[in-house]
């Protein structure tokens, strides 16, 4: 059976370098900016726009994307990436094992047996570090900016899931990578796949 | 400098079975019952009382408690026992390395830079399978009691401290003791310290 891990993670946490660097170490693939372009395949849009509106709601409450851009029928287009991105993600899983990086792969394969589902955080301040030394955004107040990030995320996770974002009963574990380096979590998570 | 490892657990999530094992092979103390004793004796109070109420509220609710049980001057017993606790928790970790199981020490010890903060989950089944059996608890709809017992340890950190009780977010490391069992997760937490 495949074995999968899902990866999910605070904005600037380093979750997708050591998804990276875990899939390497266990010879398997990581699907993160490559999950999005099959997703952009299969829906036409822009992987830029599947980005956004595939693990961030627009604004930092899903009440409000909840109610946002829905037609007659009360479908919206992020609706449909979630179902899209859903699919691909189940596809995935039953062809081989990998690692997941975020799209909330842990809830969509909730039933599936084998999947270590992993949360990294990290402090604020090795975040703002990321952000502003690995990623080069500039988004004026960073710190603001990580705040909505993470509402926009924790916001999408509750319009379509039911799991609580960030809350450690939903995860197998959960490892702060600014206290252990990525590293040490990669060396761990790998010992425990 | 003393290292510190606090452990928050879910109730019945085997975190104290962890506390005890990983202080055993890490040749430190593990403060748990021996904890209750230091306070029972400084405040009078019996220690069932000191267990009850050092970590609990008498509700599930926390502004119930906030609201409960003050004299004139705006204390409660409960607050008594708050500060005796953090006094003796303050004192331990001065003293020694060592493990503390639950009483908030995570919060108490927040300022202190060697301090791994660990909090255990297990699922309902595996909760309600050690409460039963293990503890040998008789509570009648044991479900229930598993929810009012988390419940009441919420909002007793929500209480006293400023952090989000089983927030990932406020750990250093989270594991799920009934995917990982017992000595692996006393495994991975003796290879962090």
Redesign the interface.
């Known amino acids: 059976m495949n074995r999968i891990i899902s990866i999910s993670r ?1 904005y600037g946490s380093a979750g997708r370098t050591i998804g990276q660097k875990l899939a390497e170490k266990l010879g398997i693939n990581c699907y993160d900016s490559s999950l999005l372009d099959k997703i952009a395949e299969k829906t036409g849009f822009d992987k830029k726009y599947i980005k956004e509106n595939g693990e961030y709601t627009s604004s930092g409450s899903w009440m409000l994307s909840a109610l946002a851009g829905r037609d007659y029928n009360g479908h919206s287009i992020q609706d449909e990436i979630w179902n899209v991105q859903r699919e691909t993600i189940i596809e995935i899983a039953e062809k081989e094992s990998c690692v997941i990086v975020g799209r909330n792969a842990d809830y969509v394969l909730k039933d599936k047996q084998d999947v270590l589902r992993v ?1 990294i ?1 990290a402090s604020s301040k090795a975040r703002l570090n990321r952000v502003i030394n690995e990623y080069h955004e500039d988004h004026g107040d960073a710190a603001k900016y990580l705040r909505m990030m993470d509402k926009r995320r924790r916001a999408y996770c509750q319009l379509y899931t039911d799991i609580h974002w ?4 939903y ?6 990578s600014s ?2 380096g990525v590293d ?1 979590c990669v060396e ?1 998570l790998a ?2 796949y």
């Open positions: 605070e949360f955080t960030g809350d450690a009963k995860y197998d574990i959960c490892m702060d206290v252990f040490k761990v010992s425990l």
